[in-house]
């Protein structure tokens, strides 16, 4: 692991690997050990970067404002500045997703391709935002337990739960050793974001879109409108998965993954 101290926080990062850079932004609550099975399946031929967005894993929580998609997004960018990275491959999975929108909309000139997993470009509506304010402040006054309960049932696949009691211990891990502050913050962070579905039409890089098909927080349709709206998008859709889709079916995903990669152009 390693630590840049950019924008006044520590972010942590790992760096795997050498070629294009590949750099994979994490879901809510998790951090970036949601991404080893990806690191370990591209590392041979790509530079991987996976990254602690602010508030989670080992990077610095900021618990007295929002940490809003465009703050984590510049996050990044300063990051890629002490890493010498001009032109990358930018890839998120659910808030990650966000906060790659959030930076193509500011960085368009540095994405040489994006990646969309499970994710949605609409802002959030009344209610969900509502919902996320209950939840930043019941993760506040009762720890993260109450979040995993909470969210496990739709994080995953009823199969993955069934047969996979590995991966649920594991997104469980991850979701309890989130600091409840970088939580909270992260959560209202989310409910202010922009609307991104006029920037869909605008995107002139290749896309990959990956979705569970059982997903219910960002669910098929939202994949499919992304789809529609990004000019010569390709999608991936994995059965058998929800949510975490990278987790629960990794070959798949990876599969997709690398033949994106492969596909473009030196």
């Not at 989670?56 to 984590?72: C, L, N, R």
């Not at 890089?205 to 499919?224: E, K, Y």
């Amino acid at each position: 692991m390693s630590v840049a101290r950019v924008r006044g926080i520590e972010l942590a990062y790992e760096v795997s690997g050498a070629g294009l850079p590949v750099v994979l932004l994490h879901g809510f609550p998790f951090n970036r050990t949601l991404w080893h099975e990806q690191v370990e399946a591209l590392q041979e031929r790509y530079q991987v970067i996976t990254v602690d967005l602010r508030g989670h894993g080992e990077t610095t929580v900021t618990a007295d404002a929002p940490a809003t998609m465009k703050e984590m997004a510049e996050d990044v960018a300063a990051l890629l500045d002490e890493l010498h990275l001009e032109c990358i491959v930018l890839g998120g999975l659910s808030m990650g997703g966000y906060v790659v929108l959030a930076f193509y909309r500011l960085f368009p000139e540095r994405i040489r391709a994006l990646v969309l997993a499970d994710t949605r470009p609409q802002a959030d509506t009344d209610e969900a935002r509502i919902g996320r304010e209950e939840t930043a402040a019941r993760a506040l006054s009762q720890g993260m337990q109450t979040i995993a309960d909470a969210m496990l049932p739709k994080l995953l696949a009823p199969t993955t739960h069934a047969e996979r009691p590995d991966i649920v211990a594991r997104v469980r891990d991850m979701v309890l050793n989130t600091d409840p502050q970088g939580a909270a913050a992260a959560l209202r962070g989310m409910a202010v974001r922009e609307d991104q579905t006029e920037l869909l039409r605008k995107i002139n890089c290749p896309t990959l879109i990956i979705v569970g098909r059982h997903d219910t927080i960002t669910p098929f349709a939202d994949s499919a409108f992304m789809y529609h709206e990004i000019r010569g998008a390709n999608m991936k859709v994995l059965e058998g998965a929800a949510h975490v889709s990278n987790l629960e079916r990794p070959a798949e995903f990876n599969h997709a993954l690398n033949d994106f990669l492969d596909a473009l152009e030196p």
